[in-house]
């Protein structure tokens, strides 16, 4: 009995924190989508933010997942829309700043909701992850900035400096053989 009424007082909470895990999955796997594209044209910066950032979305799966099941629900690890064939590297960035904005305005519902069913863990979850949102959205406002600035120069600088990180790994790789 006691269950039950665990789960229905947390059902708003579990719903909310179920939508997010959604978000973060598909996100994870955009930004993956990304880094791929940019590694194999060498865009090397470029490849290592779409990573990193994709492995943080993965993070903050992780934290809805466990606060859902601590609030006795179950996680529905689905995510909440195909990963889209962008190649065009402005398209990308565009692309990646309206998912992280969006986000950042769906956890900012999400929090105000989780505080009026009076759930303060998540309710601070939320918001917590709102603020780490929000770098992702200005990493990517300066990456777009800086193709705005430096247009193809910006990428080609980027993809000679992966062109001699894999020339110098090439080397070593084969001065060990």
Same mark, same amino acid.
């Given at each position: 009995?006691?269950? +039950?009424?665990?789960?229905?007082?947390?059902?708003?909470?579990?719903?909310?924190?179920?939508?997010?895990?959604?978000?973060?999955?598909?996100?994870?796997?955009?930004?993956?989508?990304?880094?791929?594209?940019?590694?194999?044209?060498?865009?090397?910066?470029?490849?290592?933010?779409?990573?990193?950032?994709?492995?943080?979305?993965?993070? /903050?799966?992780?934290?809805?997942?466990?606060?859902?099941?601590?609030?006795?629900? &179950?996680?529905?690890?689905?995510?909440?829309?195909? +990963?889209?064939?962008?190649? @065009?590297?402005?398209?990308?960035?565009?692309?990646?700043?309206?998912?992280?904005?969006?986000?950042?305005?769906?956890?900012?519902?999400?929090?105000?909701?989780?505080?009026? /069913?009076?759930?303060?863990?998540? /309710?601070?979850?939320?918001?917590?992850?709102?603020?780490?949102?929000?770098?992702?959205? @200005? +990493?990517?406002?300066?990456?777009?900035?800086?193709?705005? &600035?430096?247009?193809?120069?910006?990428?080609?600088?980027?993809?000679?400096?992966?062109?001699?990180?894999?020339?110098?790994?090439?080397?070593?790789?084969?001065?060990?053989?």
């Amino acid at each position: 009995m006691e269950t +039950t009424e665990v789960k229905s007082k947390y059902r708003v909470s579990i719903d909310l924190l179920n939508d997010a895990v959604g978000k973060e999955i598909a996100a994870s796997l955009q930004y993956m989508y990304f880094h791929t594209h940019f590694e194999d044209a060498r865009y090397q910066y470029l490849s290592r933010i779409m990573r990193e950032i994709s492995i943080a979305e993965m993070r /903050h799966i992780e934290e809805f997942s466990d606060r859902i099941l601590f609030l006795e629900g &179950d996680v529905d690890m689905n995510p909440s829309f195909r +990963t889209r064939q962008v190649v @065009d590297v402005r398209e990308m960035l565009l692309l990646a700043m309206q998912l992280e904005q969006s986000t950042i305005d769906s956890y900012n519902k999400a929090s105000r909701i989780a505080a009026e /069913h009076n759930d303060a863990v998540t /309710h601070k979850m939320f918001q917590d992850i709102i603020a780490e949102e929000e770098q992702h959205l @200005d +990493t990517f406002r300066t990456e777009l900035q800086n193709l705005s &600035d430096y247009g193809e120069e910006y990428l080609a600088l980027q993809s000679v400096a992966g062109s001699k990180h894999a020339a110098r790994a090439l080397h070593h790789h084969s001065r060990e053989e």
